[in-house]
Nanobody
Framework: VQLQASGGGSVQPGGSLRLSCAAS????????MGWYRQAPGKEREFVAT????????YYADSVKGRSTISRDNAKNTVYLQVNSLKPEDTAVYYC??????????????????WGKGTLVTVSS
């Protein structure tokens, strides 16, 4: 089971990025998926989650209103679009999969599989 996040990079404040997380080795089509991030010297923090069918979505206050999490179950892929990026968004972004299928899954311990992160740097 592998989760591979991609799409990170360097962007100026106010810019946008679309992160992708592709799952291989197993299907997560029916599972809750989430995004977390970890800034240098800080703990990993929750960003967004989406239920298996995609009907339940929840965002951290820090990204609410400028982020969109979505999934394409046919491609076994989850996306995170972040707009109006700020320097404080700089972090390594990780995707994760839970054995749960429904709910607002936002706690670290509720996720069972983690991918290697992708670095997002927001700087002028």
């Amino acid at each position: 089971v592998q989760l591979q996040a991609s799409g990170g990079g360097s962007v100026q404040p106010g810019g946008s990025l679309r992160l992708s997380c592709a799952a291989s080795g197993s299907s997560f089509r029916g599972n809750v998926m989430g995004w977390y991030r970890q800034a240098p010297g800080k703990e990993r923090e929750f960003v967004a989650t989406i239920s298996g069918p995609g009907g339940t979505i929840y965002y951290a206050d820090s990204v609410k209103g400028r982020s969109t999490i979505s999934r394409d179950n046919a491609k076994n892929t989850v996306y995170l679009q972040v707009n109006s990026l700020k320097p404080e968004d700089t972090a390594v972004y990780y995707c994760a999969a839970s054995r749960l299928r429904f709910g607002e899954v936002k706690f670290l311990y509720e996720y069972d599989y983690w991918g290697k992160g992708t670095l997002v740097t927001v700087s002028s």
